[in-house]
Structure formats: structure tokens, C-alpha cells
């Protein structure tokens, strides 16, 4: 699954960073720690690897 906006990628990414102990689990916070606790690292590593180029910076809210 593709990340939704660049927002999404980038807490991927932070919370991959942590899965993988190059940055520490104590600086994640909101979106990025809730994606290190209930993801696996190939789940994080497919929504950080999302090309960011065509993506908004935030996701639009769905009804």
C-alpha cells in the first residue's frame, strides 16, 4: 500500500529509522509512533519508499 500524502511517508519514514535503531523510539511522536508499534518494518519500508514527487502534503479527509 502506497503512502496517501506526503505526511504519511514521511512518519513512515521516521518510524522505519526506528525499527531499524538508527534513531530512537523515544523521539517518535503521533502518527510515527503509532505506525513503529502497530507495523512491521516491510510495511513501513513500502509506505517510506512511496515517491513523494505526486503526492499532497497532507491527506484529504474521506466521508
Known amino acids: 500500500?502506497?503512502?496517501?500524502?506526503?505526511?504519511?511517508?514521511?512518519a513512515a519514514g521516521a518510524a522505519l529509522a526506528a525499527k531499524?535503531?538508527?534513531r530512537e523510539k523515544s523521539d517518535l511522536i503521533g502518527a510515527s509512533k503509532e505506525m513503529y508499534e502497530s507495523m512491521d518494518e516491510d510495511q513501513l519500508?513500502?509506505?517510506a519508499s512511496t515517491k513523494r514527487k505526486s503526492?499532497?502534503?497532507?491527506?484529504s479527509k474521506s466521508d
Open 45 to 47: 519500508e513500502e509506505l
Open 1 to 10: 500500500m502506497p503512502a496517501q500524502s506526503k505526511a504519511q511517508q514521511k
Open 20 to 22: 531499524r535503531g538508527e
Open 55 to 59: 503526492l499532497p502534503q497532507k491527506a
